[in-house]
């Protein structure tokens, strides 16, 4: 049965100018990196993207490789589109990326014009559109020269595959580099994705932020909760079921050191003072750093969806409380 999308969608969200284009994202995007491949229950991820759309979430963030398998995240995501929000096709950002390796042979990596360009069909293909919103050069690659990774973004903009390009990981130099070639090519660089939140903050202290107000870029934050770390799911230590505790997970076991901790628990107590979860504090802080968009949260379940979005709710701050963020994060 298809899904009757909530009346009152967009009366709670905060849409924010992505850089100095015309288009406004959702203060709060959904990832499609975990738990919405192959392996994991249809169900549930519908769920999840029903309910992000619900609240206001317009923005959803693939990638060729998101699965596992991979390419099954984007089969998942055009499957439900298809089935409950076709209708609404015009209401969503819908974005994709290249550049990680997704088949076999010497063209299925890398940023050349022939791996970017294929993998964008075959992205089409899988979520069954005639275009995305955005796409990624997903990261830098060395052996292609960076005219030649631009150019490629440049077609999919032209050819009407794409109506944005952007990058993700990609160095402040690097960033400079490709925004100025998309710009004279006339097709401006919309958005970054770099990982960024309050104990990753190399955006910063790399200079990209800068780079990027410079330039008119917006940027989407990835990681926003450092792969579940900025939760109160660590306090106490690593639980079973948790990422931290699965042999394959991004977030490892070595990283939930004691001193690692400390900083979490001392987050978490400010967090309690505002009267929001360490989650909600966390995705808060990033939202308030001047160059960023919109936060681009995962999820396991509807429920951390709600909670996500209630960071909403307060995302100012004192300058006491930035100056205790800070020391907490230095302990």
């Known amino acids: 049965m298809s899904h009757t999308a909530s009346t009152s969608r967009y009366d709670h ?5 992505c850089g100095h284009s015309g288009v406004r994202l959702p203060a709060i995007s959904l990832g499609l990196w975990h738990n919405f491949g192959g392996v994991d229950v ?9 309910r992000a759309f619900d609240l206001g979430i317009t923005h959803f963030d693939l990638a060729n490789n998101y699965g596992p398998p991979p390419g099954s995240a984007e089969e998942t995501f055009g499957r439900i589109l298809r089935s409950d929000l076709s209708c ?3 209401e969503l950002i819908v974005s994709t990326k290249a550049g990680y390796r997704m088949w076999a042979g010497p063209y299925g990596d890398g940023g050349s014009r022939k791996s970017l360009l294929s993998s964008l ?3 089409l293909r899988r979520m069954q559109l005639d275009f995305v919103d955005i796409f990624y050069s997903h990261r830098p690659d060395a052996e292609t020269p960076l005219e030649e990774t631009v150019g490629a973004l440049v077609q999919a903009v032209r050819s009407g595959k794409a109506l944005y390009a952007g990058v993700s990981n990609y160095p402040p130099e690097l960033t400079r580099r490709a925004a100025d070639l998309l710009s004279a090519a006339g097709v401006p660089l919309l958005i970054h994705q770099p990982a960024y939140n309050l104990i990753d903050r190399r955006v910063e202290t790399s200079g990209l932020s800068q780079v990027l107000m410079d330039a008119g870029v917006g940027c989407i ?4 909760l450092a792969q579940g770390l900025l939760t109160n799911r660590y306090l106490h230590g690593i639980e079973e079921g948790s990422r931290a505790s699965k042999p394959h997970g991004f977030l490892k076991a070595d990283r939930i050191t004691e001193d690692t901790l400390r900083k979490v628990r001392a987050l978490a107590a400010i967090a309690e003072t505002r009267g929001q979860s360490l989650a909600q504090l966390a995705l808060a802080w990033a939202l308030s750093r001047p160059s960023v968009t919109t936060v681009l949260i995962g999820a396991s379940r509807p429920a951390q969806i709600d909670e996500n979005v209630g960071a909403l709710k307060n995302t100012a701050f004192s300058p006491e409380e930035l100056a205790a963020l800070d020391a907490a994060c230095l302990l």
């Open 13 to 17: 969200m905060d849409y924010r100018r």
């Open 88 to 90: 609404h096709r015009d």
């Open 121 to 123: 069909d075959q992205s």
């Open 221 to 224: 934050a990835f990681c926003p």
């Open 42 to 50: 249809h169900e549930t991820s519908r769920a999840m993207i029903l």
